[in-house]
């Protein structure tokens, strides 16, 4: 039997019991067993005086890659990453080769994030067949596998058609899952590679406007209220995105909604050096758009911090700027960028901080056992950062496979010394633990 642990004088943040207080925290085999003040008792004993110890954090909306595209990522070097940047539970999304559109494929992601074991993996499976949006996957089969599937998007592409979106709201709402739409109107976004505006204007980039986005979420938000279904929303990027989902959730719309770390800190002028880093779907937009989907988050507008995190190998995304794919790294910078952009110019405190980026997003996705709250008879699911270390993004020194991330030679502030995942060590001090105890 593993050696029980003593996290000892940690300030623990979980937004699920509103618990901010220094206390200690005891792990025995897959739990937490105890919380206050705590003797050693033969325990070993772990200092985290001045570190935070949170809910491990979750991530809606993560592309493994695998099966299909090993080369750019695996669901091993994935949650490898994410268990760097203390995540305990990963979404990943269904864009693979083959689709995850099947009962097959879904269960076949989670057998390989169970045998890596760094994470919980949870499929997303596909709405449409193939993500064409002409037919509806078998969501069904999928929610009833061994995989319970009860999140689906063809996220990459949008269902632009409102019938099939329409099917696809109501057979969700039989099985209480949830449906995300990439939303992104195809005539309006064609031939478009960044934001449509003044930068774009100035280089010459065929752009995508706003209202490309808004489009569908409008027409989507209509639909979800006319079927009662639960709606998420990916990737907010515009200010009138925002808008339109404060006034749906006061209508009692059923929407949640994420934000990805780069449409919180970046903005479409970095693409003036074409470089394709910078490339993403939907493009980074500009500076009062970021300022408008930051305070969505902080007011609770926006529901929480997903990655939308998407490797590319170099052969692929290092081309032109209008050849290059679309996507960018988060898993390991998405603590140190919403620490150093949100947390310390005071837009977020850190229980919000926590709820976005781990009580929420388990929340929406209804992951028992992730995202708090942090008490005896809980599984140990558990990050432990220090809220105050300075360190510079490194691209060759990442986990994932690929190194295509925008933050690279930036330096952000936290950085994870701990993760833990059912009382395992999938971190440790900083570095690698593979599942010591």
């Given amino acids: 039997m593993s050696k029980a642990v003593v996290f000892r004088g940690a300030r623990v943040v979980d937004p699920a019991s509103g618990r901010d207080e220094t206390a200690d925290v005891r792990i025995e085999g897959e739990q937490i067993t105890d919380i206050g003040k705590i003797s050693t008792n033969h325990a070993e004993e772990i200092d985290c005086a001045g570190l ?91 929610a009833t596998s061994s995989a319970r599937v009860n999140f689906f998007s063809d996220d990459g592409k949008c269902v632009q058609s409102a019938g099939l979106m329409r099917r696809a709201l109501e057979y969700a709402r039989a099985f209480d899952a949830v449906i995300a739409n990439h939303a992104e109107e195809g005539a309006l976004a064609s031939g478009g590679h960044m934001n449509e505006g003044e930068v774009s204007s100035i280089l010459g980039i065929a752009g995508i406007p706003a209202e490309a986005e808004e489009v569908i979420l409008a027409r989507d938000l209509a639909l979800a209220k006319l079927t009662g279904a639960r709606l998420h929303v990916p990737h907010v990027s515009t200010a009138g995105t925002v808008e339109l989902i404060r006034a749906a959730k006061a209508r009692g719309v059923r929407v949640t909604a994420e934000a990805t770390p780069h449409h919180l800190a970046l903005t479409d002028d ?61 898993l390991e910078t998405a603590l140190g960028v919403v620490v150093t952009e949100l947390l310390d110019p005071g837009l977020l405190g850190w229980l919000r901080l926590i709820e976005a980026m781990s009580t929420a997003p388990a929340r929406a996705r209804g992951l028992d056992g992730h995202g ?66």
Wanted: hydrophobic residues 40%; contains cysteine; glycine residues 10%.
């Fill in 52 to 142: 935070i110890l949170a809910p491990g954090f979750v991530d809606l909306h993560a592309h493994l890659r695998e099966p299909g595209r090993e080369d750019a990522e695996t669901v091993a070097t994935g949650t490898r990453a994410a268990a760097r940047g203390g995540y305990t539970a990963v979404c990943a999304m269904a864009n693979t080769d083959p689709v995850a559109d099947s009962a097959a494929i879904v269960e076949q992601v989670v057998a390989l994030g169970r045998a890596a074991g760094l994470a919980d993996v949870y499929p997303v499976g596909a709405i449409s067949v193939g993500l064409q949006g002409e037919q509806l996957a078998e969501l069904g089969e999928m």
């Fill in 270 to 330: 970095l693409v003036s050096g074409y470089d394709p880093v910078y490339k993403v779907a939907p493009p980074l937009r500009t500076r009062d758009d970021v300022d408008a989907v930051r305070k969505g988050l902080a007011d609770g507008t926006i529901d929480c911090v997903a990655t939308d995190h998407a490797p590319h190998p170099p052969e692929d995304k290092e081309r032109e700027f209008d050849l290059a794919p679309c996507g960018m790294l988060n």
């Fill in 372 to 437: 708090g709250p942090i008490a005896p008879g809980t599984p140990a699911n558990l990050v432990v950062f220090d809220p105050a270390t300075a360190w510079i993004v490194e691209p060759e020194k990442l986990a994932s496979k690929s190194k295509n991330t925008p933050f690279a030679g930036r330096t952000l502030k936290g950085k994870v010394v701990h993760t833990m995942l059912r009382g395992r060590f999938t971190v440790r001090e900083g570095s690698d633990a593979d599942g010591q105890r």
